[in-house]
């Protein structure tokens, strides 16, 4: 089989137009195609008025090896790549192994536990929240009543803060295994949409999420698997040898009826936190297990109506069906030193509520897979890091993070509303004190403020002059009327705990830090390829350990 890469055609192409371009790129007759099927499509939109998809087709043809040398200098067309999962380790029969404890059932925990599982090692797989259904109810409760449960929320319980996003299933990570064709594949067998794994910005939804973590769920307690949900990992249990040498031997769990305290015995731990377990960040580093201080963001989400980007982005084509709703991503360096970027763009989607501790705000965004709300919004924020913002202790951003938050829930009107401003009153310097055109999405609710009440100095001061060049680059970017909603703080972990080649903790063995809480991943895609990775890596510690 051949791939054809680069293949493009007008958007408004007829079905017969896409054989019809394979053919003359490969120069053979119709009757010498066997058959096609598109391996990934995308748009080349920089040119508004002739908008074009881009394909890369998979293809069977007679006599393939004469076809194949008339190109052996085109790299467009080269053999179709075998994107086949291997695993690297199978648990032995008849041998009884300790098993591996997942902490986290984010995407990178819930990747790990299934790998595991499909290679025999029977994991169990812990969580401080609850099942996904029950989780979704108090996500729910925080969003309509504004009351916060601390262990199960935008944050804490299945799923993880993936669950509550806009599901996107794309990064920039080098896969030269193609290991986040195995996550796309498992999702497809848990009920996503088969066009995931075509589509050059896959994309799933809150909703559709919630019922695949449960049928993933559902394979790995079929394959010896289980779950505790309601048990939050409090303490671990580290032995040293002759040599000072540390190795981890169980953890301690305190579980949801917060009366009982129970033990794991584990000599191998994934450690599958998400960016939000601060508590256990802290803990671990009183254990004396090495974590560091790593580089994140802090800014505000901002609104505008879907329609507005999709115009600027599509011009005519705007609403086509196979363009979907725009996204955008823009990137600007300061003249105070700073890089103000948007993350986490969400078309058509809504701000939530992300927070997991009481008396903080903390916003973030998600879209249901029909990215048909109102409003597009993205994070717009500014990359900070530890030696100029944070100096001084490996939790020091932690720590920043929580002042801003806190400062955010106060200037909300401690509620748990949000701090608002238009964003004409932002560039003006002055309090906003009524909406404009543009209605935001967050809930419970906003306050109208001034965001330099809850933002650094330096935050500020950049993302003013990243609005005016954002509004050259997207027409009506910088809208008076556009709704910016604070604080977005949780862009990625403020900590990393350090590993070595085998994926183990740097100073304690038996813990693999794993996924965006460890400082390894950014996004469902990237966290679960890092799952997938530090399992393997557990499996074969095992197997070298047994006997």
């Not at 890469?5 to 010498?32: F, G, M, Q, S, Y």
């Not at 109208?448 to 330096?458: G, K």
């Amino acid at each position: 089989m051949l791939r054809i890469t680069e293949l493009k055609l007008p958007i408004n192409h007829a079905d017969e137009a896409l054989p019809a371009a394979v053919c003359k790129r490969l120069r053979i007759t119709p009757r010498e195609l066997v058959r096609f099927k598109i391996a990934r499509r995308a748009n080349d939109a920089r040119d508004k008025m002739d908008i074009q998809l881009v394909y890369s087709v998979d293809v069977n043809v007679k006599d393939e090896a004469t076809v194949l040398a008339r190109f052996r200098k085109d790299r467009h067309v080269n053999p179709t790549p075998d994107t086949r999962y291997a695993f690297v380790a199978k648990a032995p029969e008849g041998v009884e192994l300790p098993r591996p404890v997942v902490v986290g059932a984010g995407p990178c925990g819930l990747f790990a536990g299934l790998i595991l599982a499909q290679m025999g090692f029977r994991p169990i797989i812990v969580d401080r929240g609850k099942v996904v259904r029950e989780r979704t109810k108090d996500t729910w409760g925080l969003w309509r009543r504004g009351v916060l449960n601390p262990e199960s929320n935008v944050q804490f319980g299945e799923g993880g803060a993936g669950t509550f996003s806009d599901g996107k299933l794309w990064s920039q990570i080098q896969d030269p295994r193609h290991l986040g064709r195995k996550v796309l594949t498992e999702f497809v067998k848990a009920g996503a949409p088969e066009e995931i794994l075509t589509e050059a910005h896959p994309h799933i939804g809150t909703f559709r999420l919630v019922t695949m973590v449960e049928s993933m769920r559902e394979t790995i307690e079929s394959l010896g698997g289980e779950y505790r949900f309601e048990n939050r990992v409090e303490g671990i249990d580290i032995e040293s040898d002759v040599d000072g040498k540390r190795r981890v031997t169980g953890l301690r769990m305190h579980t949801g009826d917060h009366l009982a305290a129970s033990h794991v015995a584990a000599s191998h731990v994934v450690l599958a936190l998400g960016h939000s377990a601060r508590d256990t960040f802290h803990m671990l580093h009183d254990a004396g297990v090495h974590v560091e201080a790593k580089p994140f963001s802090i800014g505000v989400r901002i609104e505008h109506p879907q329609s507005w980007i999709d115009e600027a982005r599509f011009g005519p084509c705007a609403g086509h069906p196979d363009l979907g709703a725009a996204a955008y991503s823009l990137s600007h360096h300061c003249s105070n030193g700073r890089t103000a970027y948007s993350f986490c763009m969400c078309p058509g989607g809504t701000v939530v509520a992300a927070t997991s501790e009481e008396g903080r705000v903390a916003t973030n965004g998600m879209s249901q897979y029909s990215r048909n709300e109102r409003n597009a919004n993205s994070g717009l924020v500014v990359g900070i890091d530890p030696e100029r913002d944070y100096p001084g202790s490996p939790l020091a951003g932690i720590e920043l993070q929580r002042h801003w938050e806190t400062r955010a829930f106060a200037v909300g009107g401690s509620s748990y509303n949000a701090p608002a401003q238009r964003l004409g009153d932002f560039l003006a310097g002055r309090p906003s004190t009524a909406l404009g055109t543009v209605i935001p999405s967050y809930r419970p609710g906003v306050t109208m403020c001034d965001l330099a009440d809850c933002l650094p100095e330096f935050a500020v001061t950049a993302l003013r002059e990243a609005l005016v060049a954002f509004g050259k680059q997207i027409p009506g970017y910088d809208h008076p009327d556009a709704v910016m909603t604070g604080v977005e703080t949780r862009t990625s972990s403020p900590v990393r705990i350090t590993r070595n080649e085998a994926f183990q903790s740097l100073n304690t063995a038996g813990l693999f830090p794993a996924g965006e809480g460890a400082g390894y991943a950014g996004g469902i895609l990237s966290a679960a390829v890092d799952g997938i990775k530090v399992a393997e890596a557990v499996a074969l510690s095992m197997l070298a350990a047994a006997p």
